[in-house]
């Protein structure tokens, strides 16, 4: 009898799955134990196994396809078995034809009119895929392809910045690129349709017809389509973006680089990239020169003399000058920030505790723990260490407000605040109590390189049970931030000042940091965030007990 396969739940917070790869075919003979497919979670991708054995009968859910938890994934039985009954009985299931099943005959000639489905034929209708857990809406910033162009499976199609970072998105389909659906620079939800791709002659205005009625899917599905005779008009070919110097070799460039490149007239095959990989990045732009070519010299004329002033005369200011804006399109980065930051501002009640540490004793010991060989600590490693250490002796800062529950948790993942292009992220450091100083110091420098460089990945920026921001580099003295949510905390770092200090009645020079604790009052009552500012200061001010 058929078994009906259900998209597992594979991690606590999964609320869908991503069919990351199938490694049993329609028709293939399974066992129990045996791996059905590669689901990707919000957390990993994960090898999902099968309790039944049988013949995998149906998928459900299309290699690259997203389904809520629960959907029909798959069906397993006995060869031939008439599973019609069970699809027909699925909300969730698209009906597809599976082998022993009764079939219905193929459309006539006549039968077919423009626009209407046909016989699979590998046409490829690629959508704006979910490249984070959190992402909504995509924007391309960048076609590697252009209409016209072949593709093979795993080139690179297209740079899409999620709300977190710009990723290289690859084709897992060849052809030939048909339609570009989403231009540079424009932005659309996921599941929009971003690309057609397949043979040469395809009809698109019948592809996207068909498409618009709900064909295709994140990462791309087959569209049957009627193939006339006509190539796809040179002109969508022309209007793509050129990509590749005159050798014919890919350009690798920043969306931003590409973007100062265009305003500034300069032809990115002159500009040398300094960036990974010789990737062309912001300050290339700024720093690149064009070779000097000949030029006739033209002499201006010699400006004529001004009549003399009379002694003591003052001419009249006349203002001159042309005001000018610009509307600049938010990237989805920005845009995230603005969404959760007001969420968090208007819903958590927050409020402030600032603290001022001595950093005399901090500044001492990091001068110590510099000298020793392929040492390299920052007060900020220190920062983040004491809050790793204060948390575990104040809990109730290291928690979650549910409405009807709060979360305490038993881990700690500290989150640092780091500045990008485009905005802020905030890479974690797991299990942060059992860091040292020095592999604080080596992981925030590996995940702030990253971020910056846009080659973080969503899992390194999630899970985070407080978090720090330090503006102590800019100079700034105190500030206050908005809660990361779902912390209940976050501590703002401000920079060390010398000043007039009073230690046994006498007036010396310190040195001295302010800290401010943002707390969610919901959470986080007054005495317990004082209690663990007090705790903070004791670690910092003697950074030996750290140690213990």
Known sequence: MATV????????????????????????????????????TDKATMEFESFYEGTLLHVGVQEGDGAPVDTLLAIIGD??????????????????????SPKEEAPTAEDVTPGMAEVPEGVEVVTMPRLSDTMEEGTVASWIKKVGDTVEEGDILAEIETDKATMEFESFYAGKLLHIGIQEGESAPVDSILAVIGPDGTDVAAVLAVAGNGVGGRGGKTVDVAVPSEAPKAEAVAAEVQTTNTDGGRIFASPLAKKMAAEKGIDL????????????????????????TPAAKVEAPAPEKAPAASSGYVAPFVPAGEESSEEVKNSQMRKTIAKRLAASKFTAPHYYLTIE??????????????????TKVSFNDMVVKACAMA?????????????????????IHVGVAVAVEDGLVVPV??????????????????LAGKARNKKISPAEMSGSTFTVSNLGMFGIVEF??????????????????????????????????KVTLACDHRTVDGATGAQFLQTLKAYLEDPVTMLA
Do not use: C
């Open 5 to 40: 396969v259900n998209m597992p739940r594979l991690s606590d917070t999964m609320e869908e799955g991503v069919v990351a790869k199938w490694l049993k075919n329609v028709g293939d003979k399974v066992e129990e134990g045996d791996i059905l497919a590669e689901i990707e």
């Open 79 to 100: 060869e031939g078995e008439d599973i019609s009954g069970l699809l027909n009985g699925s909300a969730t299931a698209a009906p597809s034809t599976v082998e022993g």
């Open 269 to 292: 095959s002159q500009v040398k990239g300094t960036g990974e990989n010789g990737r062309i990045v912001k300050k290339d732009i700024e720093s690149f020169t064009p070779s000097a």
């Open 357 to 374: 540490v001595d950093m005399d004793n901090a500044m001492a010991s990091r001068k110590q723990i510099n000298a020793l060989p392929d």
């Open 391 to 411: 948390l575990k002796k104040h809990p109730q800062v290291n928690t979650t407000w549910n409405d009807a529950t709060t979360t305490y948790n038993h881990h």
């Open 429 to 446: 450091l797991r299990f942060t109590d059992q860091m040292s100083l020095t592999q604080i110091g080596a992981q925030v420098k590996d």
């Open 480 to 513: 206050t931030s908005i809660i990361n949510q779902p912390n209940s905390a976050i501590l703002s770092v401000g920079t060390i000042v010398q000043k007039p200090v009073v230690r046994d009645g006498e007036i010396v020079v310190g040195s001295t940091m």
